[in-house]
């Protein structure tokens, strides 16, 4: 038997356990994760350098290795979320409907485990720790296959994790690191239908685009960020600037930063040069179309593609539109309905853009940076849902359940 298929066999038969542990028993395991992560920070951080090392010398960008990137900082925040996560309410066992029948038949509709989580994610280790934690506080057990490029970091993380779980008695079953980072491993995990209930896809878009094509597993398709800040001609230059450096290079290599500018022809006239100069101060580089690159010169004539593009850099396309409704067509063509955002003095056109735009998260005078888990309160994220079935936008505790109805009867029968 195969890893893939024999850490699904055990992911399946210790599921039923974990959906009857108590909400003590789960935060019990999660603060010991909590204390742990800081406890081994500096086994993580040095497993996590080889990684950085073998990386850099493979060659890979700088954006990628950030995202890779584990230090005492982010290996804190990770321990918070961790403890964030405790406080916030199980949502196992939740009657979310309830319905009386007039035959005395009571239907109660309740959240429940998912059952068995696969992850196939690249370049980022924060997964292993968010997707494993989230997965132990709902009740579910979840296979985890990162890349290649962050083997070290991964198997630092889980042994963690398992030391964890040992110490309060949880399954360590309940959390399973896949160690083959070969294509064939992951490709198994695909047709994993006997063992995983789902399976969810993080990273850049050919990874998703080849699970949601392949797999035979239900997918849940997190999707690429090609995010867009559109400003209106009402908008107010200081906050337009700010919000626009922020949103773009804040943190240029994560999928919430935006990608491109619209502006409006009447505001870039008036303020397009001191926001176009600001991003410029920042290191980002421009690509605009005519009106932007006769506004600023040093801008880079825009291609086709660059509408299309996820740089995940310090790089910017930059589009000139006469309203609203052409900003809300370019979105919408070439946008991956991740998180979209206005920056308008006009209620009307803010409520018009983001009642029209398809996309998981829509902002009105406020950074894209904000569509993650932890700014949401969810404690961590298991991904940032671009579909509509199920769950869409970040990914907290209520996407890793279903539901379940429980019928009581006192003899009823249908006629």
């Known amino acids: 038997m195969s890893e893939a298929a024999e850490k699904g066999k055990k992911a399946k038969n210790i599921s039923m356990a974990l959906a009857k542990k108590t909400t003590e028993e789960k935060n019990k395991a999660l603060l010991a994760v909590a204390c742990v992560l800081l406890e081994d920070r500096e086994m993580i951080i040095s497993e996590n350098k080889k990684d950085l090392r073998r990386g850099s010398r493979a060659g890979l960008p700088e954006n990628i290795l950030d995202r ?10 990770m321990s918070e979320a961790v403890r964030l996560l405790v406080k916030l309410k199980d949502p196992v066992g939740e009657t979310v409907e309830e319905i009386k029948k007039e035959n005395g038949l009571l239907i109660l509709k309740k959240k429940v485990p998912v059952g068995v989580i696969g992850m196939i994610y690249e370049a980022r280790p924060n997964v292993t720790a968010d997707a494993a934690t989230l997965a132990i506080k709902t009740g579910n057990a979840v296979i985890l296959r990162g890349s290649s490029s962050s083997i070290c970091s991964n198997q630092a993380l889980v042994t963690s994790i398992h030391r964890a779980l040992a110490e309060t008695g949880f399954p360590e079953d309940a959390v399973q690191l896949i160690e083959d980072t070969g294509r064939e491993a992951a490709a198994e995990m695909f047709h994993l239908r006997d063992y995983l209930d789902v399976l969810i896809p993080r ?20 999707g690429a960020g090609n995010c867009h800040l559109y400003i209106d001609e009402s908008a107010q ?19 919430n930063a935006i990608e491109t500018l619209l502006i409006h022809a009447h505001w870039l006239a008036r303020h397009g040069e001191k926001l176009l100069s600001a991003l410029a101060e920042k290191g980002v580089e421009i690509y605009g179309d005519e009106p932007v690159r006769k506004i600023f010169p040093a801008a880079k004539e825009a291609a086709e593609e660059d509408w299309y593009c996820e740089y995940l850099a310090l790089k910017i396309s930059v589009k000139t539109v006469e309203d609203t409704d052409e900003a809300i067509r370019h979105i919408n063509r070439y946008g991956t309905k991740h998180s979209e955002a206005i920056v308008t003095e006009d209620g009307a056109r803010a409520e018009h853009f983001m009642s029209m735009v398809d996309a998981a998260c ?3 005078n406020a950074s894209t940076r904000f569509t993650d888990g932890f700014e949401f309160g969810y404690g961590a994220e ?15 505790l209520d996407a890793l359940t279903s539901t379940k109805y429980w019928i009581y009867g006192s003899g009823q029968i249908r006629d």
């Open 68 to 77: 890779m990137m584990l230090n005492e900082k982010r290996i804190h925040d």
């Open 237 to 255: 230059p200081e906050m337009a600037v700010r919000i626009a450096v922020n949103a773009k290079t804040q943190r240029p290599s994560v999928c």
């Open 203 to 222: 990273g850049g878009k050919k990874l998703i685009d080849t699970v949601v094509r392949e797999a035979s597993v239900p997918v849940i398709e997190t």
């Open 382 to 396: 298991i991904g940032i849902s671009t579909q509509k079935l199920h769950a869409r936008g970040p990914m907290g």
């Open 362 to 364: 829509v902002y009105h």
